[in-house]
């Protein structure tokens, strides 16, 4: 499913909603490109520069993995403004751990978990309250094993 011209006017709007929504600008210069590559793998996705406040916001436009590209707007947006917790975070996951270590791989896995489960989980409220599509995607789940597949073969505990 790529996504039409329409359908990126659309967005675009929605995009600047949110900016404005998130209170990102105009503090920060925000910028959305839309990605052709049909290899690409992600729906959504930021380049950042914090020294000079500004930002890319990347979707995917060949072949996204969701289906309300406004949640992935929002949850991308949410990524932009969480970014300074982010990356004192992530300062001293690097200082207090060796690279590499059980640790520090221990460490930076718990924080990423647990930023983009907050990350989604704002983006959802966010979405819920105040978006215009607010329909949740199902993209991710629909891939996964069901919960009887997961537990196929195991032995019985009896």
Known sequence: MSVSAIDRERLRERFEYWCGKLRLTPGWDVRLEWVEDPEWRKTGDFKIDCTDRKAILLLNA???????????????????????????????????????????????????????????????????????????????????KSFNELYEGLNSLE
């Open 62 to 144: 060949a072949n996204p993995k969701q289906e309300n590209l406004e949640e992935d707007i929002v949850h991308e947006l949410m990524h932009l403004k969480m970014y300074p917790l982010d990356q004192v975070t992530e300062s001293l996951i690097t200082s207090h751990f060796e690279e590499g270590t059980p640790a520090w791989d221990f460490a930076y896995r718990q924080f990423f978990t647990s930023l983009e489960v907050t990350v989604e989980e704002l983006a959802k409220c966010f979405l819920l309250e105040f978006g215009e599509d607010r329909e949740l995607s199902f993209g991710r789940c629909a891939r996964e």
